[in-house]
């Protein structure tokens, strides 16, 4: 497989530029391009990379490229539609709009023709339009186009494999598209890195090596986005609501005993009550207070016959003697009441009539008058006479003497007193003396029968009482309990509801998020698979890779004198053996021996790979010697496929150019013009032969 | 398209070494396959988007499988 040619519009510096190669045809396999530095040779390069691969060439392309360190992977540093944005030409949006296009020509073993056509959109500010990329593949004589069934929903990817199948994969593709840098940084891993990087890409691994970092990132960021409670978050909670349960479950029980026990009690306490209640509740407080009641209507009866008893003790006698005895009697001490009274009032005022007397005469002496002896006694005299008649006469009804001279004073006014007071008794007050003993006998003697009656029973009532007591004591202090229990049940219920919706919450969680941490996992066996092959797949090629660099090895370093063969492991350590076995490795550390090994290694990949691909190098000849330039050109060029050597001015020229002379097959010289300030790169043939 | 990129899976003996794997690791060649599919359509791409999507649908798809 060759090219045929390559169309460049508006790419970069090329405003429209035209390769058409020659089949190659015996040993003239060679497509010479040179130019100074900055002249396009690089943006052919490109060109070609990315029309054949699309946005997967884009690793290809030194300047997409990140600054990589020792052994690092390959880091992009710009994105596909950012690189494209720098290739538009500067005039190519001058009036609007615009798009580039790569057309790239092959030609397969049976020389039919294969036509790639990418064509890239613009906006006017020179910004690629990401999503209207074109990619349109002819395919033989007639130019069918290679379009996906229709019921491909993949078009890209379809495309993808299409190209991959067709010509090579993009992971093979840095060994027969590449570059000096790319050789550079490739020798800057080490033997062993570059070895395992390059059988890598032999086999199509270090997508492996992608998918299984992006596996990696992708499974953190599934358990990541889980999120889920912890384990011990989980356990305290089902702890809490297993005390919880067992909590309520032990209430529960109380509450259930108590259920069976408290109507039993309550049946009980009824019966009790009821059977109490039948004879009278409170029957031993009855009978005690019809003991009470007795003892009162018998003192009442006591308290009757001794008023009977006084009365006729006392008063009955005088009143037997008649109304008008006791009035004779009574006027009698009536009238000698008012005797002593009288005579009281006498005997008073004469004890007063001396002083006065005394007195009265002396204040008739301090009278201016012509009084005698005589004259002043007869005055007190009268004055005595007048005095004394002040208690005469006696007042009406006095006893003219003393009768009952016992009775004088006090006594006599009590014996007064009583003897009025008999004329108020009568026979309804003895008879009713005598209706209230009865009454009060009657009605003790009633109490008495009813204790009596009562007291058949009592013990009996007062055991059921205390029975009563004590059941009711019980029962309020279970039911008490009860509602203890039923308080500390509706609580805990409550606590576990909130905590089985908690649970509830965190199961909730952990299921929303089981999906994503079982995507983790199998993120993870995929990866661990991927990490397995990537061990096993490079050692099934080593023997053959180590056999071709061999050759390479020899035919570029000229160290054929030291070097006999070069042996991998299955570990991709490399040996560089002598004849006797001797490894002199590590290999001379120049600049120049190391990518002489790149070469190599580049050199067998293409080999092993057994693919028949153009072979397009940029500028690979920087920091060689001499000798190795021409060894390198040489095995480079000491191939059955087309080799597209782009070189700069200064590189392929002299013995260089004589040393691969032979197999050039055309030769091109990229020069640039300036139009209105802007370069314009142009193509001409060289007519090599005569260079 | 993963056969076409991976070369591993596409020579006999290459084949039989992955098939080997994934019998051992328990797991389908096929969702392997997938997964590489997924990986080839992020390149040359900065950001990989809409491969943890691609991802979730393939083991979505596997386990989905697996219980059936």
Redesign the interface.
Known sequence: MHLRSVELINWRSYRHARFQFPRPHGRKNVILVMAPNEFGKTSFFEAITLGLF??????LVPRARAAAGHDAIDR?K???S?FLSNTLHWQATASGPAECVVNIEMEDEDNEPIELKRTWHFRQDGTHKAGDDQLVIYEGITRTPVAPPANVE?R???Y??WI??RFI????AEFFLFDGEQVQRYASRGMSGQVRRGIEG????P??H??RD??AR?AQ??RTSAAAPSDSTVKSVEADIARIEEEIEKNQRVLDELDAVIPQLEAEVDDLTQRLGSKGEGTVALVSSLMEDEQRHLNEASRAVDALTNLIAGDVALGLAGVQLRKAALDRLEAEAKREGWEAGRNEGNQNLERFTSELSDRIGQLDLPLGVDDREAILDAARAAYASLWHPPPEGYAEDYLHTALMGAMRAQAIARLEAVDRHSGAEIAGHAERFNTAVATAESRKRERLDLEHTAPEIEEQTERLKERSEQLGKFKTQHEGARRIIDARESDLANRRAELGRHVSRIGASA?AL??AR??D??A???G??LK??VP?EVSEVAAEMTKAWKSMAHMSDRIDRIEITPDCEVRMLTAEGLDVHPIDKSAGASQVFTQALITAITKV?GRNFPFVVDTPLARLSRTQRIGVLKTFTDRPGQVVLLSTDQEVVDEKLDAIRDRISAAFELKVTIDKGISVTTVHCLDWEQM | ?AR??????RSE??RK??RE??KA???DIA??EQ???A??????????RG??DD??EI??E??AEEED
């Not at chain 1, 699309?54 to 690793?59: F, M, P, V, Y």
């Not at chain 1, 032999?202 to 691994?205: A, D, F, I, Q, S």
């Not at chain 2, 076409?4 to 899976?9: A, E, G, H, K, Q």
Request: proline fraction near 1%; aromatic fraction near 6%.
């Open positions: 699309g946005r997967d060439g884009l690793s992009l710009a994105s596909y950012q993949d890209d990817g379809w993808r494999d991959a199948q994969h993009s992971s093979l032999l086999l199509g691994l997508i492996l992608s998918l992006s596996l992708y960021n599934r999906p079982r995507r199998r993120a066996q995929f661990a698979l991927i397995d092959l096993d797949a099934s790979s | 398209m076409s990129v991976v070369v591993l899976l003996t290459g070494l992955v794997k994934c690791a328990g797991l969702v392997l997964l590489i599919n990986e080839i359509d992020q390149l040359g791409k900065l950001k990989k491969l943890r991802f979730d083991f979505d596997m386990d």
